[in-house]
């Protein structure tokens, strides 16, 4: 399955919008519109073996943080 495929699976829409941040750290602004309507607009972080700045451990890393944070009612970005 592509990673669009499971992207609109996980999200239950279309996606609309798919552009690269231009951020080091690599990333992906992903527009998602529901059956309803609803647009959600995304940030999608890969890890890549071998690079410092995107590595699996590192965004592993970022998701538990925001995980951490949200719980305490900071307002982050939902990981899935």
Do not use: K, M
Request: proline letters at 5%.
């Amino acid at each position: 399955r592509s990673l669009t495929q499971w992207i609109e699976a996980r999200l239950g829409g279309r996606i609309e919008e798919f552009e690269r941040s231009q951020a080091r750290r690599e990333g992906w602004y992903v527009g998602v519109r529901s059956p309803g309507g609803v647009r959600q607009d995304c940030f999608l972080r890969l890890g890549r073996e071998g690079d410092p700045a995107n590595d699996p451990r590192g965004t592993a890393f970022e998701a538990d943080v925001n995980r951490a944070l949200g719980a305490l009612g900071v307002r982050v970005p939902r990981v899935f």
